[in-house]
């Protein structure tokens, strides 16, 4: 399966702006991920309740929409915030070979990495735009100064070197 | 003459008288004779000094011409007329008619001599020729016996005798198979018909097989076996060559109840403890772990990779659709980043 997979390519690449269909992947398993765990926090209240109210019997807990819609992002929001200030991985960018560094190669702290877990929850969207970006960034990563590279794990992620000038074309 | 003449042709005829250069009974016949013929001759002179001393007075002029004849001394011829003084007249004119009769007539030992020398002489002539025959004979007969007159018929009687032998070996062997045939056609007639009259089983019944095991010392028997010798000897590979080995275990299993045996080969088996046990020998978490790893780094791998392709790709399109140039969009960040912004067109 890793035949055609040779280590001086993808070392080649570590360290590089990500793409945009590696970063819709990464966030598609952060989904599946966050559905799981919704599901799981679903299933943990009904196993209180039932422990709680057995007689009442089993079942699911069907809270309004915009309850579950409250909590699904609440939930993304403390997950990817987790993920991206510890070691700059979610459990979908790790599985992509992603990681989130600062434009000058730091690691995210908690505030930077939350205001981005935020502006990725409420605006989705903004993801896009990495399709029009010539440096692969998305509208977070350009408010915040973050990047996505790839990195495998094969060797540490160099800095991505800072572009003032494109930056600021950016902006 | 048989001995000087053996000694005179045995060289020149080169035939088995020339291997036999010496011949004892020819030389042993000329001894004798010889051995006779000197005897003969002192008789003969013993005859002659007989016959002398006893001649009459009257025969003087016979005995001296005898003597004179025989070199007598002429003392012995007066002695007679000594001794006979009284008549030597008439004496001496009876010699004188007898000798005018008979004036060169031998007397008895002259012949009786004669006779004798002409008798060995004789004899010994035919010694000679005797011997001279029974040497040829004896040639004669080496030749004969040396020589076979018929060997091709001495031969071909010897191969006849030869042949005669074979067939008679084949006939006779030709016969005990056919007799043994023979014998056992007859006791495969005989046999079914002895064996369907005999009440084998009133037979056996009476045998008492306990009685005969007690009797027997099996481990004597036993201890007597060179079981390695036997076991050495039997041939498996064509033993298990023989068997139907399809039917035999089709037979088997025809008779046997697999699922009470199965049963109860799990009621005996801990099967728990059994599980527990191959799983602590086989570190089955360390395999599992390992092999789910190994898969799941491969899967990841190939996800990477193909979203790395995709995102090439996906570049490259955006190119087209926003009308850049290849090389200017997409630029990685770091060191080579710098060099793509430096060539990024400027507006």
Redesign the interface.
Known sequence: ??A??RPEE?RA?Q????????RL?ANIIDMVVLAITWVGFLLFISLARFIAHPLRGWHLPEPPTWESGLTICLLAIVYLTIGWSGTGRSVGKR???LSVHT?SGAQLKAGRALARAVLYVVFPIGFVWV??????KSLYDILLAT?V??D?GLRQA????A?P??SARER | MAPDDDSKRAPEAGGPAAHRPFDPVGRATHLVLGSAAVVLGAVGRGLLRLGTESDPPGDGASTGAAAASHGSTPQARSEPAQSNPGGPNESRGSDDAATASWPDMPNAAEMALAVVGVGAEVTRRLVGVAAAAATAAERGAAVVMQHQPVPEAVDRFREEVTSLGERGGAALRTSVTAAMDYGLNVAAQVVPGVVTRVDLDGIVEQVDIGQIIDRLDLNEIVGRLDLNAIAERIDIERILGRLDLAAITQGVLDQLDLTAISQRVLDQLDLTAVAMRVIDELELGELIRESSSTVTVEAVDALRVGGMNADRFVAQLMNRILLRRNGEAHSPDGPEAADASSREPRP
Not at chain 1, 15 to 22: C, S
Not at chain 1, 158 to 161: E, N
């Open positions: 399966m890793t055609g997979v993808a690449i360290g590089q702006t990500a793409g945009f269909v590696t992947a599985m992509a070979g434009s399709l029009v970006s010539r440096k692969n990047s590279v790839y495998w160099h800095a991505p070197a572009v000038e494109a």
